[in-house]
T-cell receptor, first 115, second 113 residues
Framework: DSGVTQTPKHLITATGQRVTLRCSPR?????VYWYQQSLDQGLQFLIQ???????AKGNILERFSAQQFPDLHSELNLSSLELGDSALYFC??????????????FGAGSRLTVL | GDSVTQMEGPVTLSEEAFLTINCTYT??????LFWYVQYPGEGLQLLLK?????DKGSNKGFEATYRKETTSFHLEKGSVQVSDSAVYFC????????????FGQGTTLQVKP
């Protein structure tokens, strides 16, 4: 167990729908990162939050959004889903600034299937 | 832009064989380099890392040396086991944001008994 918890593990939905993926970071970690793993694009960084604020953006579609709450858990919202959004979505966390735990720890992922 | 290139897989080896998975990178600055491993049905786990040129990262019998002159970070293991079967990802990040990783495409390793 990495300490990073993601729910749900599996999700099947239809095109046009909206889903929310949830992530609880490792205890003490202030930064949360979201990554997408798909067959055609590989592993791509989507977005980062640090202590509730957006810090960095990667290849995240406008239909996708995220937020980090005061208790540091994060949610990734995917809307107007398309077949191509089917992928594994990973959450990862890392220690706060100045922390010695400067290594990204990944959750087990949420597998999204869009039919 | 910054990128990581890994050798194509799958790599199929017999148990106790020597493993090399090639990784080269393109970066505008001086990145840290990582190898992550993904076992079936699991998330990524950090295998080893190196933060500056000539550093050698090692863990569980795996090694990789940060070669600035050849912009490479090849993964090696002297004797693989069936339990090493997994997907291996090479990645880089910069000190400004160590969690923002740029990954290679991954190399699948299959070890047969």
């Amino acid at each position: 167990d990495s300490g990073v918890t993601q729910t749900p593990k599996h999700l099947i939905t239809a095109t046009g729908q909206r889903v929310t993926l949830r992530c609880s970071p490792r205890s003490g970690d202030l930064s949360v990162y979201w990554y997408q793993q798909s067959l055609d694009q590989g592993l791509q960084f989507l977005i980062q939050y640090y202590n509730g604020e957006e810090r960095a953006k990667g290849n995240i579609l406008e239909r996708f959004s995220a937020q980090q709450f005061p208790d540091l858990h994060s949610e990734l919202n995917l809307s107007s889903l398309e077949l191509g959004d089917s992928a594994l979505y990973f959450c990862a966390s890392i220690g706060g600034e100045g922390s010695g735990a400067n290594v990204l720890t990944f959750g087990a992922g949420s597998r999204l299937t869009v039919l | 832009g910054d990128s990581v290139t890994q050798m194509e897989g799958p790599v199929t080896l017999s148990e106790e064989a020597f493993l090399t998975i090639n990784c080269t990178y393109t970066a505008t600055g001086y990145p840290s380099l990582f190898w992550y491993v993904q076992y079936p049905g699991e998330g990524l786990q950090l295998l080893l890392k190196a933060t500056k040129a000539d550093d050698k990262g090692s863990n569980k019998g795996f090694e990789a040396t940060y070669r600035k002159e050849t912009t490479s970070f090849h993964l090696e293991k002297g004797s693989v086991q069936v339990s090493d079967s997994a997907v291996y990802f090479c990645a880089l990040s910069f000190s400004g944001n160590t969690g923002k990783l740029i990954f290679g495409q991954g190399t699948t390793l299959q070890v047969k008994p």
